[in-house]
């Protein structure tokens, strides 16, 4: 097992980084798509909705940065760029336009995917034995499973 980040072979750091930049990708753009939905919600559930999209977004940046630095700590380079981001990610852009339950349930799938994404980055991190790797992808990962659920709780 590897006691830092600079115990793990280059090989490994590489896979690993690889992994977490998926993640990032993908949590930049659900940022993004929570904080459209936050402009851009209406209806009688308009409140309610306004808040946890803002509560999703400001999650998700914080959670972005920590995977980005953890990307770093592993002496790899974290993707910066929105195109990137874009190109790589598995979540979409969503509709500014969009009824509030379509903008519900496509960030309940964008936080599915992430949590999907964050399991195969903590598994890689546990067969290269990198147990803080696994912890963050353990940790972000009960976050966006949270979120699923309770933006699927909205659902029913």
């Not at 980040?5 to 490994?12: G, K, S, V, Y």
């Not at 999650?59 to 592993?74: C, K, N, S, V, W």
């Not at 546990?126 to 790797?133: I, L």
């Amino acid at each position: 097992m590897a006691q830092t980040a600079t115990d793990l072979p280059p090989a490994a750091t590489t896979e690993i980084a690889v992994a977490l930049n998926q993640a990032v990708a993908e949590t930049v753009v659900a940022t993004m798509l929570a904080q459209n939905f936050h402009w851009n919600v209406t209806g009688m559930s308009f409140g309610p909705l306004h808040a946890l999209f803002q509560e999703i977004y400001e999650d998700h940046f914080l959670g972005q940065d920590d995977l980005a630095e953890r990307i770093r700590a592993l002496g790899e380079t974290a993707e910066g760029k929105l195109a990137t981001h874009l190109e790589r990610s598995k979540v979409t852009e969503g509709d500014e336009h969009a009824t509030d339950k379509e903008m519900i349930r496509h960030l309940m799938e964008a936080q599915e995917t992430i949590g999907a994404t964050l399991a195969g980055v903590g598994a890689l991190a546990a067969q290269h034995g990198d147990v803080r790797t696994e912890d963050l992808a353990i940790e972000r990962g009960r976050a966006h499973d949270k979120f699923a659920w309770m933006l699927r709780a909205h659902l029913r």
